[in-house]
């Protein structure tokens, strides 16, 4: 009886090439399974070449729904960024892909799951463990870690000895990776970081902020509990939200990152992300929060977000820790409701202006006017005892300052600056 494998299919270069390889090296049965995370896909055309290269069925899942609700918005909401830059477009989405895999695997009862993951990034890690979490009985077949392909144009070479249609063009040959969220792009010129992006080629849901309107464009995000509900006034679903935003802030070239990260596996890669949508509603989630948050929760906040981005861009998703992490999140998000009004421009997102019946606020105490909650004369107090260590420390240095700066005048720092003797006396 023939082994069944479920692959995770998304009808690029890799999994084109994965289908024919794994039937050439093993006795089995394929079924392509396609997860729907929002990427710009022809999945009928694709479907057909799942089954044109001997993949015995191929079907697509739709997960956008779950995607953005139990991944993205958890993840929006704690303020995860990887290396001050990346919002995790591409990692975020692994986790929920590997569940879907499991899924389908037990489903199909498959003794595998095989993946395009490559032996040197992080994907082979996000969808392993993803797999591990639910599934450690099941076998995982990685090619790339082990076939004796080495490049891109080895797979070309393979299709074409075959005579399988290449799903890309050579000179547009990126590696990339799309979803509702971002598209990233690695490859060809990028691999030398002292190249400029070929944005002219490149560039798939923004345009470069030099190319973007002379005249900025205005909008109002309304939030609920962290959660953004609706846009200029229209409430609208996380897919519908974020679809809108894309095009926003891709016309307006707001949300590119050209970044060279540390990978898990230790060396470092260079990206490029498109990120349109996420970057706006992270810096609108983020003023809402200032004004929400107090001053201790918002700075624990930052810390925790510091861990969660890591722990997504390292495929620990299904862990106690992020589970934890979000636990304290949603507790923070209670009073994170309000709207957010921004003015995109060139590139730039920018405030102007928010609200919330939460804020903290409060007029009467932060204006140059003496209010009733706030006497200029308290602070004599406070500041003394906040700055006590300082002063503390400039008492116990008093005496090596004192002896310093007559060494200095060229004297002995005695009383009368004399070694303590009078004038005129022996």
Same mark, same amino acid.
């Given at each position: 009886?023939?082994?069944?494998?479920?692959?995770?299919? +998304?009808?690029?270069?890799?999994?084109?090439?994965?289908?024919?390889?794994?039937?050439?090296?093993y006795?089995? *049965?394929?079924?392509?399974?396609?997860v729907?995370v929002?990427?710009?896909?022809?999945?009928?055309?694709?479907?057909?070449?799942?089954?044109?290269?001997?993949?015995?069925s191929?079907?697509?899942q *739709?997960?956008?729904?779950?995607?953005?609700?139990?991944?993205?918005?958890?993840?929006?909401?704690?303020?995860a960024?990887?290396?001050?830059?990346?919002?995790?477009?591409? !990692?975020?989405?692994?986790?929920?892909?590997?569940?879907v895999?499991?899924?389908?695997?037990?489903?199909?009862? /498959?003794?595998?799951?095989?993946?395009?993951?490559?032996?040197?990034?992080n994907?082979?890690i996000r %969808?392993?463990?993803?797999?591990?979490?639910?599934?450690?009985?099941?076998?995982i077949?990685?090619?790339?870690?082990?076939?004796?392909?080495k490049?891109?144009?080895d797979?070309?070479?393979?299709?074409r000895?075959?005579?399988?249609?290449v799903?890309?063009k050579?000179?547009?040959?990126?590696?990339?990776? *799309?979803?509702l969220?971002h598209?990233?792009?690695?490859?060809l010129?990028?691999?030398?970081?002292?190249?400029?992006p070929g944005y002219?080629?490149?560039?798939?849901m923004? &345009?470069?902020?030099?190319?973007?309107?002379?005249?900025?464009?205005?909008?109002?995000?309304?939030f609920?509990?962290g959660?953004?509900?609706s846009?200029?006034?229209? +409430?609208?679903d996380?897919?519908?939200?974020? /679809?809108?935003?894309?095009?926003?802030?891709?016309?307006?070239? #707001?949300?590119?990152?050209?970044l &060279?990260?540390n990978?898990?596996?230790?060396?470092? +890669?260079?990206?490029?992300y498109?990120?349109?949508?996420?970057?706006?509603?992270? $810096?609108?989630?983020?003023?809402?929060?200032?004004?929400?948050?107090?001053?201790?929760?918002?700075? $624990?906040?930052?810390?925790?977000?510091?861990?969660?981005?890591?722990?997504?861009?390292g495929? @620990?998703? $299904?862990?106690?820790?992020?589970?934890? @992490?979000? !636990? %304290?999140v *949603? +507790?923070?998000?209670?009073t994170?409701t309000?709207?957010v009004?921004?003015?995109l %421009?060139? =590139?730039?997102?920018?405030?102007?202006g928010?609200?919330?019946?939460?804020?903290?606020?409060? !007029?009467s105490?932060?204006? $140059?006017?003496?209010g009733?909650?706030?006497?200029?004369?308290?602070?004599?107090?406070? #500041?003394?005892?906040? =700055?006590l260590?300082?002063?503390?420390?400039?008492?116990?240095?008093?005496?090596?300052?004192?002896?310093?700066?007559a060494?200095?005048?060229g004297?002995?720092?005695?009383?009368?600056?004399?070694?303590?003797?009078?004038?005129?006396k022996?």
């Open positions: 009886m023939k082994m069944k494998i479920v692959l995770a299919y +998304s009808g690029g270069l890799d999994t084109t090439v994965i289908i024919p390889w794994l039937k050439e090296n006795d089995c *049965d394929i079924v392509a399974v396609c729907d929002g990427q710009e896909a022809d999945w009928k055309a694709i479907q057909k070449r799942a089954l044109d290269t001997g993949a015995a191929c079907y697509v *739709d997960v956008k729904k779950e995607f953005v609700e139990s991944y993205l918005w958890p993840m929006l909401k704690s303020g960024v990887y290396e001050d830059k990346y919002l995790l477009g591409t !990692a975020i989405a692994r986790p929920l892909i590997a569940k895999l499991v899924d389908a695997a037990r489903k199909e009862k /498959a003794k595998a799951i095989a993946h395009g993951a490559t032996g040197k990034g994907d082979q %969808f392993d463990l993803g797999i591990m979490a639910f599934a450690p009985d099941l076998e077949i990685a090619p790339w870690r082990v076939w004796k392909l490049s891109r144009e797979e070309i070479r393979y299709l000895r075959r005579h399988i249609e799903p890309v050579r000179r547009d040959s990126y590696s990339r990776d *799309d979803n969220w598209i990233s792009h690695e490859g010129e990028l691999e030398d970081p002292s190249n400029a002219g080629r490149m560039l798939k923004s &345009v470069p902020p030099e190319r973007a309107p002379a005249r900025g464009e205005d909008l109002e995000i309304e609920e509990k959660i953004p509900v846009l200029n006034g229209k +409430s609208l996380g897919p519908a939200l974020i /679809a809108a935003l894309n095009k926003l802030g891709g016309a307006h070239g #707001v949300g590119l990152v050209d &060279v990260e990978r898990v596996v230790g060396m470092k +890669s260079r990206g490029v498109e990120t349109p949508g996420g970057t706006i509603l992270y $810096f609108a989630h983020r003023e809402l929060e200032h004004i929400c948050l107090d001053r201790q929760t918002y700075a $624990f906040k930052q810390q925790a977000a510091l861990k969660m981005g890591e722990l997504i861009y495929g @620990l998703w $299904f862990t106690p820790l992020r589970e934890a @992490l979000s !636990a %304290f *949603d +507790s923070t998000q209670k994170v309000g709207s009004k921004l003015r %421009f060139r =590139g730039n997102v920018i405030s102007a928010v609200s919330s019946p939460y804020s903290l606020y409060n !007029a105490i932060a204006s $140059f006017d003496t009733d909650l706030y006497n200029h004369a308290d602070s004599k107090g406070f #500041v003394r005892l906040y =700055g260590p300082v002063l503390v420390r400039a008492l116990m240095e008093k005496p090596a300052r004192a002896a310093k700066a060494e200095l005048l004297k002995p720092a005695g009383r009368g600056g004399r070694g303590g003797k009078a004038a005129g022996p």
